[in-house]
């Protein structure tokens, strides 16, 4: 089966038209068209419905995808295998990340991963829980930094432990306080990341019996850290996610406290590529560095 045929029904899968996929890969959207008819020769399947709008899997195209990924990793990894063996020179990883994660250690990991190795490719893409986990099992991202939570189908390094805290407006009244009662979040305006889906906020508010007064909702933790500092309401974040963010805010320890640990996933070692698995090194030296410093 080659490869080139495999690239262009995925492509033009996911971009939902073959003018699109022939972009990507530098092709005609001719080209693009015959390679994708002589892979559904080769299978003896139609891959994609084909309309005036564009294009989309069948269902036959749809159960296939991850297992055409699945195929062109392990090319990838047979490249990168060889490209390790001559000095790891070429090559590209894809990262899952939370964005607290994305935007305070990786920079930190890529940054000294890329003096030994300048030529690697890097595709980071941030995303709550569910996304990440969608990531990994459809086989787009090498490794994955994200908090631990059962279950977990993943192999699994656990790197770092981080407070869960409340972040309140400097004139809200505990803004002098040690910690903030998790109760409270009962009574004040709450503001909920993730559009609703944020797993560690989720898992606090299930273990104490809250049901949090929801007044806004955003997706980013600095969207909801900006409404915070204007005095529209209170809300919850890993500290990590709210390192960088020190000016007319008061971020206080949950009272009872609660942690969430982080670490890396992946799906399986032996499938890696040679630069996933250097960065993987690279990434686990680096935080228990930063560990030890604490």
Known sequence: MESARCKAFLEAAERGSFKAAAEAMGYTPSAISQLIAALENDLGLNLLIRSKKGVKPTPEGAKLIPIVRSYLAREKEMYELASEMQGLSV??????????????????????FQKDFPSIEFNIMEGVRQEIFHHLDQHE?????????????????????????????????????????AADFEKDDFIMTSWGQDAEVIEVFKKNDISPLVKY????????????????????????AAQYWNNHLVKLPLDPPSKIT?????????????????????????????????
């Open 217 to 240: 909702t955003t997706y980013d933790t600095p969207a909801a850290l900006a409404l915070v500092r204007m005095g529209l309401g209170v809300t919850m974040c890993n500290e990590l």
């Open 141 to 181: 991202a090498d490794l994955a930094f994200l908090a631990y939570a059962e279950p977990m189908n993943y192999e699994w390094i656990p790197l770092a432990d981080e407070e869960m805290i409340a972040v309140i407006p400097e004139t809200h009244p505990l803004a002098g306080a040690d910690s903030y009662p």
């Open 91 to 112: 090559g590209n990883l894809t990262i899952a990340a939370y964005p607290s994660v994305a935007t305070t250690w990786l920079p930190g990991i890529v940054r000294n």
């Open 262 to 294: 982080f670490g890396i996933a992946y799906t399986n070692e032996e499938h890696m590529t040679a630069a996933a698995k250097k960065f993987l090194d690279y990434a686990v030296r680096y935080l228990t560095r930063a560990e030890e410093r604490k």
